[in-house]
């Protein structure tokens, strides 16, 4: 029984992410579906998988561990200094945690951490889901909150997402808050696992797609044949799993000639193809689904030269949404974005029972 939130206009939500390997804890202030960032802290674990190439489960979890309650101290210490205890009951409005897909292992650390503040602060628990929170991050930037929204924010329906992160790459058609179907989605990688193996095998630092980018900017995207697997296909299935054997035997041929591998144009070559295919398929979805919006989320889509094409070939009467590049990595007010209309709704889990779902498909 929650009657503070029937009269509510202005709602304080703490978000909590672990999905993966980037601690986030963020304070975003929601008013009739618009959002205000209080506060957000990302705590990255960039540097300890770096030397693996990709991230180490059992590594995060515990490092999330670790980072999880200086996390959420330092979010909430933006309003409410020192760390409130007693005085949140009336401050805090809901927590959003982020409930899966991700790591089990990880997702752990954040339900079970969110669960324990919600039954000792007494604030409702939300179970949020990662690719969600992608979806809403686009509204974590202007207009802001003085300005009332039409209660449904800036998003307008029909919508094709394209989620694009290390563990996810979907075209999604929304056609009403939380009302989701699927268009297509990949049969093996993910878009940013595609530039995080081609980069390890480059030699470049993780995450691939920031180094990647990086190197492509020096680049020739022309330089190197990429295969782009099932680009010829009329629908919204994607598959990067092919590139990578390809990108291997270029890699070995320089070996073996004893050459310098062109990194830069090699990147900017691989660059070039996963975008590409991104943009395809992304078009064909539109033509499909003739949305009013185009919402592109999630890791991959802070791209430069992604957002940058894909502005230039969607049709001029679709809106695009992006992120804000702060926002298009995993964070904690993205979490808090994503989980507000089941909020509004008191849509809320148990603190006691929620658990992780490290399958949790939006779809
Ligand atoms: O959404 P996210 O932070 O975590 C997951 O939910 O997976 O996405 C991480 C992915 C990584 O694969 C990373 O290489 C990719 O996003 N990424 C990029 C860029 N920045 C991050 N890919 C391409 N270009 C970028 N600038
Ligand atoms: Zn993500």
Known sequence: NLPHLSWKTIMMILGIETSCDDTGAALVEAKHGAFRVRSNVIISQAKLHNKYGGVVPELAARNHLKNIIPAIDQALASRFSPLPRG????????????????????????????????????????????????????????????????????????????????????????????????????????????????????????????????????????????????????????????????????????KKKRARLPIDDLAASIQQAIVDILITKSLIAVAKAKPKIFILAGGVAANAELRKQLAQKLPKSIKLLTSSLKYSQD?????????????????????????????????
């Open 87 to 254: 005085r949140l009951r009336g401050g805090l409005d809901a927590i959003a945690v982020t409930a899966g897909p991700g790591l089990v292992t990880s997702l752990h650390v954040g339900v079970e951490t969110a669960k324990t503040l919600s039954l000792a602060w007494g604030v409702p628990l939300v179970g949020a889901n990662h690719m969600e929170g992608h979806i809403y991050s686009v509204l974590l930037t202007p207009p802001p909150l003085s300005r009332r929204g039409s209660g449904g924010g800036a998003l307008t329906f029909p919508a094709v997402c394209l989620i694009v992160s290390g563990g996810h790459t979907e075209l999604i058609l929304m056609t009403n808050h939380g009302q989701y179907k699927l268009l297509g989605k990949t049969r093996d990688d993910a878009a940013g696992e595609a530039f995080d193996k081609s980069a390890f095998m480059l030699g470049l630092p993780y995450p691939g797609g920031p180094s990647i980018s990086k190197a492509a900017e020096k680049g020739d995207p022309q330089s190197f044949d990429i295969p782009r697997p099932m680009i010829e296909r009329d629908d919204c299935e994607f598959s990067f799993s092919g590139m990578k054997n390809a990108i291997r035997l270029i890699v070995e041929s320089y």
């Open 331 to 363: 964070n904690g007010a993205m979490i808090a974005a994503g989980a507000y209309q089941r909020i509004k709704q008191k849509k809320f889990d148990s603190p006691v029972s929620l658990t992780a779902n490290a399958h949790w498909e939006l779809v």
